[in-house]
Every structure is written in structure tokens, then in C-alpha cells.
């Protein structure tokens, strides 16, 4: 790899980087993928909750340092990194934004849907068009039916249609049907834990495999440190391999950044690239967990059941604020001994013995983009040399009425499945990140043209979660897999161009 050259390099194995990365090798184009994560283990680590969740063997060896909820000091995250980036951890749940939700973007809902319905046709996504109320037009039907709902699932549909709701299944990016590959046999480690058995169409089971397959070429614990200019090109990324700590650097025609929304401003701030907005609009969802109590034992056999999804509320607050509500899903309950791990002092005991006796839904409610929730470098140097990366976010007044008032309406419907008591969790970690380079009309109000091209580059195209201009009030993974693949497309028909 080192000082080689190739018609591509995409930076960052996530949904934004497998997909473009796919589209580009299956057009014969000479692509070199750099992760800086290793291949997952999928050994039976990767099920176990103290592994993954308290001892954290994905952990990234360079912390972000984190400000949030208005507080004074930075302080550190370690996330999770990996080839497939966040898709190895996350939960399956593929859904559209729908039609009013595109109102501050520079493309309409019906430019993107061709690629919503490849996206869903590349990850194998099991749904039941027709059932959620506020779904957009489609193309096609979904590839797979959904599975029938297991029985903590089935407890909570049957709660809120007594309330007048209209539940359905979430579309899942996982194999319950394909024979060719390994199948989901159900398990409740699903949602934050990668998949021993390559069941969950993540991206290192899927696309990536896939795309070698073609001619990818991927490299693994390559950390890239910076993208060189020479007048308005890109003409080689520079960085380090993560174990050796050689340097490498890799020229090419054509640069795709697809770190993710808080490391790929990074990278740019890195290189001096992009102008005062590259950072900024930085968005995550405002998220919440209510978790409710019950008199029995809420999962006795430990089924998966991440199943089921009420979007009734969606457009309640699209008059007030323009924005989205969101959604309200299923979650798992994590394991006794993570709850009691994670509770306050003094709750700890208690937490561990009503463990198996709760179960919880999660609140996504949109977020507005405030030009001050911001990624920039700090002075202080991770293990590698680089400068550590720092995220300051605050939610607005209108960020927590729309996740409250989701809230509320979760407590309905538990309690109506039979909840007595009830506690509501924020979410603190990152892990919906989008908007912090996004895409517009005008180098004035984005970072990137209609194409996701850096508007003061020639040959620099940015495909991660933070195109977006909006987080919307659904998962954003099927999202930024469509965009993606809409910008490969673009990539592929004009690359004599770039
Ligand atoms: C526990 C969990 C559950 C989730 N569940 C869902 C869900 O059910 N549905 C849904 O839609 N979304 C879900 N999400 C969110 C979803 O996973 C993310 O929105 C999505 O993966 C983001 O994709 P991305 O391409 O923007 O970036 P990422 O997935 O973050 O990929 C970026 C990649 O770039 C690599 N990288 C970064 N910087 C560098 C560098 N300098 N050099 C080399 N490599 C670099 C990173 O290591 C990473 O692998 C979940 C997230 C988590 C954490
Ligand atoms: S629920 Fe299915 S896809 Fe998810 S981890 Fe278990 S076996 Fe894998």
C-alpha cells in the first residue's frame, strides 16, 4: 500500500464509505478502501454483555473529548471502531425519512428513492410496506417480509392498538430467510453487539465482502492523518498504520471521506480543508430510553425482539418547528449485571434484581442543527501524534418538547402492557451523529455541493452521515446508504470528470 496509487480511495467503512466503495469497484474502478478499525471477532466475546459493553474491546485508542448539556469541561468518550464501522453495533433498523423531511435539502424525497430502494435491496432488509402511517411513496416492496413479532414484542403491539396506535414492524437489515447465509437465530445481544454469526447484514458480512469480491482493495488498522492538497485537487491522503506506526501515503484520481460525522470534519480541520462551516450542524437525535417495570418476568427465554416501531406522532410538530417528532421503538434490556454496572451508587442491588422484570422502548425525536454543536481538534495528541478530536453540543428548548412528549406516549403504551413504574434515560453517546459538513445549494450555507463534492475541491467528495442537513425523526443508516450510493453512481458516470 505504501505510496501506491489508484483510481480511488475511500476513507472509512461505514455505510457512507461501503456503499460509494461497492458502486466504484463494481464499475472496474481501482479502489483502495482505509479503515482505521480491525476486522470484527465474531468470536463469543462479541455476545457477551461485560465484554462489549463494560470491558469494551472495541474501544478506539484515541478518545473524543466530549461537552454536553451546557457543562463546563471536556470530557472523554472512547467509541467503538471497526471495519463496517457502526453498522457491526447497531440494530438493524432501516427506515426512510419521508417526503417533509427534505424540506431544507438540496434534493427532494423523490431523487433519493431509487437508492432508498437498491439500499434496501443491497442490505437485505425484512419489512412490511403499507403499515406505517406516515410511510413515503416506494418504488418496489421490500426484498423479505418481516418475521413474526416474538413475544415481548407482541405484548407491547397488542398495548398500544388498544390505545388507538397504529404499530409496525421495523424493516430490519437482518437475515431471518436468506439460506445462502448464516441465519438470525433471535438472540437478545443484538442491538450494540456485533453478530458471531454474520446473521446481521452489516457491512463487513455484506457489501464489503462483496466488493473484494470485485476487486476492493481494503486495508485494516490504517489510520489516515491527513489529505494533501495542490491547488484546488486532492493528491494523496497520509496517515499511519495502527499496529507497525509506519507512515504510508497513497495518491489518486478520486477522494472519497467517509469517517463518520465526528471524525471526517476532523480529518478536514486536520488537512486546513473546507471553509468556516466544515465542523459545524454537527446533529444526533435527542434521544431517549423509558424503561418500564413490571410485575413478571418481562423475557424469560432472552428472545430478540427490537421488532416493533410507532411512527403515529411523526408530523405533530412539523407546524411549530418544521422539523419531524420522531419515532418510538423497541429496545433490549441490557443484562443484570450491565444495569447494575451502569445504575447510581446505592441503586446498584436493586437495578440488578428488577433487571429481568423491565422492559424499555426507545424515543428518537428529531434535532435541529445549531451552527454552535461543533467538532474541532483539541491542542491535546492522541497515542498516534494527532490532535484529539472535541464534539460541544447542546439541545435546544424545542429538541427536548419533541423527545418528551414521545416519551409520555411510550409510558402509555407500557403501561397499558402492564408497567407500574417508570424511569426515563438519556442517551449520551453520539451514535446517530450527522450534519457536521453538510450538503446545499451554496458554498455560503454548506460545506458541500448537491453532489457532496467540498465545494472548494475538484476531486473530494464526503458521503458519511454528515451530509446531511436535517437528522430527520427515523435511524439514519438507510439514509446515508442511499445518499451514498447516489454519490457512486454520480462518481462512476463522470469520473473521466473528476
Ligand atoms: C449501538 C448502535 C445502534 C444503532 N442502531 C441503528 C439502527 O438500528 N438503525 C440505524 O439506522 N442506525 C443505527 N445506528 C446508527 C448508525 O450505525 C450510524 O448512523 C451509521 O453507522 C453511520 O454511518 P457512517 O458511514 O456515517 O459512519 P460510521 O459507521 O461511523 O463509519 C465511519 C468509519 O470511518 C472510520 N474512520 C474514521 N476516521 C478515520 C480515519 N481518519 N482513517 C481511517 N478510518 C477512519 C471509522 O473507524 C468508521 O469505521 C446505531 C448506532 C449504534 C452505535
Ligand atoms: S439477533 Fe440475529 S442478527 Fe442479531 S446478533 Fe442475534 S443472531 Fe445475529
Known amino acids: 500500500m505504501n505510496s501506491a496509487s489508484y483510481d480511488a480511495v475511500v476513507i472509512g467503512s461505514g455505510f457512507g464509505g461501503a456503499c460509494v466503495a461497492h458502486t466504484l469497484s463494481a464499475a472496474g474502478l481501482r479502489t483502495l478502501l482505509l479503515e482505521r478499525g480491525g476486522w470484527p471477532c465474531r468470536d463469543d466475546q462479541d455476545w457477551n454483555q461485560r465484554a462489549i459493553l463494560i470491558d469494551k474491546r472495541y474501544q478506539s485508542d484515541s478518545p473524543l473529548l466530549i461537552r454536553q448539556y451546557g457543562s463546563a469541561d471536556f470530557k472523554p468518550l472512547y467509541a467503538n471502531e471497526t471495519m463496517g464501522g457502526m453498522s457491526i453495533f447497531y440494530g438493524g433498523a432501516s427506515l426512510r425519512l419521508r417526503e417533509n423531511d427534505f424540506a431544507r435539502w438540496p434534493l427532494g424525497y423523490a431523487e433519493l428513492e431509487p437508492y432508498y430502494t437498491r439500499a434496501e435491496q443491497l442490505l437485505g432488509v425484512h419489512g412490511q410496506a403499507g403499515e406505517d402511517p406516515f410511510e413515503p411513496p416506494r418504488s418496489a416492496p421490500y426484498p423479505m417480509a418481516s418475521v413474526p413479532l416474538t413475544p415481548p414484542a407482541q405484548r407491547l403491539r397488542d398495548a398500544a392498538q388498544g390505545l388507538g396506535y397504529r404499530p409496525f414492524p421495523i424493516p430490519l437489515a437482518i437475515n431471518f430467510s436468506d439460506p445462502a447465509r448464516p441465519r438470525c437465530i433471535l438472540c437478545n445481544t443484538c442491538d450494540g453487539f456485533p453478530c458471531k454469526l454474520e446473521a446481521k447484514n452489516d457491512l463487513a458480512a455484506t457489501l464489503l465482502q462483496q466488493a473484494q469480491a470485485q476487486g476492493l482493495e481494503i486495508a485494516a488498522g490504517a489510520i489516515v492523518a491527513r489529505l494533501v492538497r495542490q491547488g484546488g485537487r ?169 423527545r418528551d412528549y414521545l416519551a409520555a406516549r411510550a409510558r402509555r403504551v407500557l403501561r397499558a402492557a402492564g408497567a407500574l413504574l417508570f424511569k426515563t434515560y438519556r442517551i449520551d453517546s453520539f451514535s446517530h451523529a450527522v450534519g457536521s459538513v453538510r450538503f446545499g445549494t451554496s458554498p455560503e450555507h454548506s460545506a458541500l455541493d448537491p453532489n457532496c463534492r467540498l465545494w472548494e475541491t475538484e476531486n473530494l467528495f464526503v458521503v458519511d452521515g454528515s451530509f446531511m442537513p436535517s437528522s430527520g425523526g427515523v435511524n439514519p443508516s438507510l439514509t446515508i446508504a442511499a445518499n451514498a450510493l447516489r454519490v457512486g453512481e454520480y462518481l462512476t458516470g463522470n469520473f473521466d470528470k473528476v
Open 234 to 402: 486532492i493528491t494523496a491522503v497520509e496517515g499511519l498504520d495502527k499496529t507497525s506506526r509506519q507512515p504510508f501515503s497513497v495518491s489518486a484520481r478520486l477522494f472519497v471521506l467517509a469517517g463518520g460525522a465526528i471524525h471526517s470534519p476532523a480529518l478536514l480541520l486536520r488537512s486546513g480543508l473546507g471553509g468556516p462551516l466544515v465542523g459545524r450542524f454537527l446533529m444526533r437525535h435527542c434521544n431517549g430510553v423509558v424503561a418500564g417495570v413490571f410485575p413478571f418476568a418481562t423475557n424469560p427465554k432472552q428472545v430478540y425482539h427490537k421488532q416493533l416501531c410507532l411512527a403515529d406522532f411523526y408530523e405533530d410538530h412539523r407546524a411549530q418547528y418544521g422539523t419531524a417528532t420522531g419515532v418510538i421503538q423497541d429496545i433490549y434490556t441490557p443484562a443484570p449485571q450491565v444495569i447494575r454496572h451502569f445504575a447510581p451508587r446505592g441503586l446498584k442491588h436493586l437495578a440488578g434484581l428488577v433487571a429481568g422484570h423491565m422492559q424499555n422502548l426507545l424515543c428518537i425525536a428529531e434535532d435541529e442543527p445549531l451552527p454552535d454543536n461543533q467538532v474541532t481538534l483539541s491542542n491535546q495528541r492522541d497515542v498516534f501524534g494527532l490532535e484529539l478530536v472535541q464534539v460541544q453540543h447542546r439541545y435546544t428548548p424545542g429538541d427536548y418538547t419533541r
